[in-house]
């Protein structure tokens, strides 16, 4: 992808195609706005954020976790994979959720309760994410929740991974200069290339937070092989945030002195990229060898947002693994950024194959694992159901080494059940599509259900998605009748992702157990757009909304003899019976997002 192209999705901006697109804002109230509201086409879901334990949606019998984290040692980089010192030869996956703020900040309650539900929805990693300022308050009971947090997590068998910088605050003054105010986040990553107070204040924190030691493991975290990937500085490239950064005089005294003249620094002009990388490597180089100083064996890598990640490429041979981030419908923000009103493209990514990095061979190279520590299909975007499939298989069958969603939740009021809550930008706890989508990656990419590419299908020109493998089969439709492996889905009233999973080990044609969902759009009601194509956000909506649609499920199988259909609720919990017709290859029946008692609805449960 091209440097620009990338920075513009990077930073959430809008760019508009053509002039007649810059009125889009002034022309709003000349429109009729669509609202979606509970009625004809859209019915309430309840979302329940706990899982049922035994349930179908509890798939911590699914052995995907080894409990407690770290038991098998630390983990390695070798050939190109992970794998843990006690289990040489053995390469090993992570897929799991980003935490975020407050979210990293539970009561022990609600943490006891929040790490036995990541557990049952499959996850064996979290990410804490935006943790750094308040940790770095030094609030004794604030450490004290993220110890517990984290202690938990890893004695069920969580990994952590995390960032040495992400967003905390730090004052000009604390650098020894005589200003007001704070550093702009953006700005103090670059600093640490090239400003030494600032390199000294990263290496401070540094210190701090790897040589705590967690009173409920007994071990500091530069000691701990449950923390087994960190990264330097979260999204630290020179291109973030630049316009904080040009007028700066203590970047462009170093870019003067990088260049030996007096050209100014200035965006993609002169040696910028020179320069980045420049910077780049100086973080890579001496950030790394403090935390190797201070003893911390965890593999280091940095650089999570930048381009050039193939092999030999910038600073990647400084690096234990790679790290990238990617964003299907980032918001874009029209007016401010971070509010209202907002803007996604709304297009459907089989129509384009996906972004870039899905290409073969992007990044992925021989000697580097690989890993997306943040990526998401965000909403409102509509397809974020076709997200988990197409993620799930293109990370699998490249052999990427690690994926966390972002997020799981951005505070700690999203952890807990709340009809008020409504599908945002990112947070899975809040959106019960991305959940259900989440499902479908952990079955391809965790389980390893995905194995080649001809077992995803993709027709660009009609938009629909087909997959196809022993275990799960998946078809994403804007309508019609399509068929994979042995799933058949005739979907209608609406654009649908139709996904079926094996739970009992065996192949989905002798399976004895499988979970269906039959996911259409989410929505807050009281969601209004611009305009019908609903790529103009105005205003959130409050609860959850499933659109109305229906599909028509046959699967052709070898004992179907004794197999019946329950729908589930969110949580897992059987709440009725779907009648189920014999056919000559399986077993027939009919799903839709509303049940005969007008209850919204997902998932459904194939057991004898």
């Not at 983990?75 to 390469?91: D, S, T, V």
Request: with cysteine; proline share 4%; aromatic share 10%.
């Amino acid at each position: 992808m091209h440097y620009k192209s990338f920075l513009r999705a990077a930073l959430g901006l809008l760019f508009l195609a053509s002039p007649g697109a810059l009125a889009l804002a002034g022309e709003q109230d000349e429109r009729e706005n669509t609202v979606v509201e509970e009625g004809p086409q859209w019915v309430r879901l309840r979302n329940y954020k706990d899982i049922v334990r035994g349930s179908a949606l509890d798939f911590s019998g699914q052995g995907l976790q080894h409990a407690p984290a770290g038991r098998y040692g630390w983990l390695k980089a070798r050939q190109g994979a992970f794998e843990f010192e006690k289990r040489p030869g053995r390469p090993c996956r992570f897929y799991g959720i980003n935490l975020c703020f407050t979210a990293n900040y539970p009561t022990h309650e609600v943490a006891d309760r929040l790490t036995d539900r990541l557990i049952r929805l499959g996850y064996n990693t979290i990410r804490i994410h935006h943790h750094d300022d308040t940790w770095n308050r030094g609030d004794a009971e604030m450490q004290d929740r993220l110890d517990y947090l984290l202690a938990q997590a890893m004695h069920k068998g969580l990994y952590v991974t995390t960032d040495m910088y992400v967003s905390r605050r730090v004052t000009w003054k604390e650098l020894g200069v005589d200003r007001e105010g704070e550093v702009g986040m953006d700005l103090f990553k670059s600093l640490v290339g090239c400003y030494e107070p600032a390199f000294e204040n990263w290496c401070q924190f540094a210190r701090r937070f790897m040589e705590h030691r967690n009173p409920y493991t007994g071990r500091m975290y530069k000691d701990e092989p449950g923390m087994p990937l960190i990264s330097l500085i979260n999204e630290g490239e020179l291109f973030m945030g630049f316009d904080s950064k040009a007028g700066e005089p203590i970047i462009q005294q170093a870019y003067r002195e990088f260049t030996g003249s007096d050209e100014r620094l200035e965006a993609w002009k002169g040696r910028f990229e020179d320069f980045q990388d420049h910077l780049e490597h100086r973080i890579a180089e001496r950030c790394t060898a403090f935390l190797r100083q201070i003893g911390c064996r965890a593999l280091l890598t940095n650089d999570n947002n930048g381009f050039r990640h193939g092999e030999g490429e910038a600073a990647t041979p400084l690096y234990d693994y790679v790290d990238n981030h990617f964003y299907i419908d980032h918001p874009q923000f029209l007016e401010q950024s971070w509010r209202l009103p907002s803007r996604c493209d709304n297009r459907n990514p089989v129509t384009y194959g996906g972004p870039e990095m899905f290409r073969k061979g992007y990044a992925k190279g021989f000697s580097k694992p690989y890993t997306i520590t943040e990526w998401n299909f965000s909403g409102p975007g509509r397809y974020r159901g076709l997200g988990g499939i197409l993620t799930g298989a293109r990370a699998a069958v490249q052999d990427w080494d690690g994926l966390w969603r972002f997020a799981y939740a951005h505070s700690a009021d999203a952890l807990e059940d709340n009809e008020a809550h409504y599908p945002g930008y990112f947070d899975v706890s809040t959106d019960p599509l991305s959940q259900a989508s989440d499902r479908a990656s952990i079955c391809l990419f965790l389980r390893g259900d995905a194995q080649s590419e001809d077992q995803l299908m993709m027709d660009q020109q009609t938009g629909v998605l087909r997959l196809a493998t022993d275990r799960t089969c998946g078809i994403f439709a804007p309508g019609g009748r399509h068929e994979a492996g042995v799933l058949r889905a005739e979907i209608s009233g609406a654009p649908a992702t139709v996904c079926l999973s094996s739970l009992d080990g065996r192949e989905l044609s002798r399976s004895r157990h499988m979970l269906l969902s039959h996911i259409t759009d989410v929505q807050g009601n009281g969601t209004v757009y611009a305009d019908a194509e609903r790529k103009v956000l105005l205003s959130w909506g409050r609860g959850t909304l499933i659109e109305r649609g229906r599909a028509e499920i046959s699967l052709r199988l070898a004992k179907p003899r004794g197999l019946k259909v329950y729908e589930l609720d969110t949580s897992g919990r059987r709440v009725g019976s779907v009648p189920c017709r014999r056919t000559a290859e399986g077993i027939s029946f009919e799903v839709s997002t509303d049940s005969p008692e007008g209850r919204g609805r997902i998932y459904y449960e194939i057991a004898k």
